[in-house]
């Protein structure tokens, strides 16, 4: 049995891209390395009890700005852990040395300001273990040339796939895109356009229809075209509840937030405390979900049933 762990280890990151909220990069340094080890520890040993294995999924801030954060990968990697990192790559050679061996799934963001050589690196590091990666480019809108040519560049000389990430407001979905044109989405999308010297009115309707329908382009003119209100409105018909039900959030899944809050499903309908609380218990029994709506997609997953 299987128990994902999505831990957010702190709010600090060096780097401080334009289009990143302080909220993930403004916070103080992270606590000392012990600390992360003895919380680790306790955990591992708690899911161990229940017979359940973890998997393991590491976000900042960014995890490279924490020292020697590959002790922490260590642990958890001896211990029968799965382990997926989300990077932007840091900027030293020598971290991926000792990061590599405990990595078993790799999120790469290659942003604006990061050396194509360090990105070249790991993922022939990463090729050469035929391990997996997945790397993604974020696109400003008013950059777009140039972030689409970086991400470009990364699938002729690689072969592989890279994604265009879309901006939003406060990296925040409910808060909208950033203000790219119809086009730039339609681009991003992977629709081809070929810009013929003269374009006849017939073409030029040709595509129009063609990027009205990109899912990108569709979700930009909703949020434009509707409050709040209305798409809230929208996921709660869409998504039932299971009130009443036993769900195992906690225990097939756990979230920790930067400031250490641990939860065990994204709907808070089961709050743990703070896991820097020395009183800080982790849950052995499943959960009376109490929620009209189950949102979250993460949520959905967890396993919901009656009790006998």
């Not at 993604?136 to 950059?143: A, G, S, T």
């Not at 808060?175 to 992977?190: D, N, R, V, W």
């Amino acid at each position: 049995m299987q128990t994902e762990i999505i831990w957010n280890l702190h709010d600090h990151c060096k780097s401080q891209c334009t289009y990143c909220p302080t909220r993930f990069w403004g916070g103080e340094t992270p606590h000392h390395i012990s600390e992360y080890l003895e919380i680790t520890q306790k955990i591992i040993d708690h899911y161990t009890l229940l017979g359940r294995k973890i998997n393991w999924t590491f976000n900042g801030g960014e995890p490279l700005d924490m020292f020697d954060f590959p002790m922490l990968l260590k642990l958890c990697k001896e211990n029968d852990g799965t382990i997926s990192l989300n990077s932007n790559g840091g900027r030293m050679w020598l971290d991926w040395w000792a990061i590599e061996p405990h990595v078993d799934n790799l999120n790469l963001t290659y942003h604006y300001w990061q050396k194509p050589a360090l990105i070249k690196f790991i993922l022939d590091t990463f090729k050469n273990k035929d391990k997996h990666v997945n790397i993604n480019v974020p696109i400003r809108p008013d950059y777009f040339e140039e972030d689409m040519q970086r991400a470009l560049d990364v699938e002729t000389n690689h072969e592989i796939t890279v994604g265009k990430s879309v901006l939003y407001n406060e990296a925040d979905t409910a808060a909208g895109m950033f203000p790219y044109t119809s086009k730039q989405l339609a681009i991003m999308s992977g629709v081809e356009f070929i810009e013929p010297a003269i374009i006849t009115e017939v073409e030029k309707e040709e595509e129009i229809k063609k990027i009205e329908v990109i899912p990108l382009v569709i979700e930009q003119k909703h949020f434009e075209t509707t409050t709040f209100k209305e798409r809230f409105e929208e996921k709660l018909a869409a998504n039932l509840g299971y009130t009443g039900m036993l769900c195992n959030s906690g225990i097939e899944y756990l979230s920790i937030s930067h400031g250490g809050w641990a939860t065990g499903s994204n709907c808070n309908n089961r709050p743990l405390g703070n896991i820097w609380d020395v009183n800080f218990l982790l849950p052995n029994e499943s959960h009376t979900c109490t929620m009209m709506h189950c949102i979250s997609p993460r949520d959905q997953q967890i396993t919901k049933f009656k009790s006998t």
